[in-house]
């Protein structure tokens, strides 16, 4: 049997194939399960920077995509902001750690 004899079967395999297309990443965008992995990676960033003495009183700013992490916002020192790093590059499935944060300067 061929599917151009049988259009609701072309329609069917047309319809899966472009869901599945749909799902799939690219160069600048991710695919669905890269988006949940990310989400998840950003959630134990997170949860692992506000449990650590040294990072819990500030704001950081956590993004991941494709598995790199950026960390953004403003710390008071030099050792927190590589605390931070440590941490993030410490979480399973990092696989990068962007270094975004600013120190303050003293005044």
Do not use: W
């Not at 799939?24 to 988006?35: F, L």
């Not at 949860?47 to 009183?57: F, G, I, M, P, V």
């Not at 991941?64 to 790093?85: C, I, M, P």
């Amino acid at each position: 049997m061929s599917l151009a004899k049988h259009p609701l079967g072309l329609a069917v395999v047309l319809l899966v194939m472009t869901t599945v297309a749909g799902c799939a990443g690219s160069p600048t965008r991710e695919s669905t399960g890269q988006y949940i992995d990310s989400a998840a990676i950003t959630a134990k960033v997170k949860a692992k920077l506000l449990q650590d003495s040294l990072t819990a009183a500030y704001q950081i700013d956590v993004t991941t995509y494709k598995d790199t992490v950026e960390l953004s916002g403003f710390v008071n020192t030099e050792q927190e902001k590589q605390r931070a790093v440590a941490i993030a590059r410490g979480v399973p499935g990092v696989k990068l750690v962007e270094n975004d944060l600013i120190v303050k300067p003293h005044t």
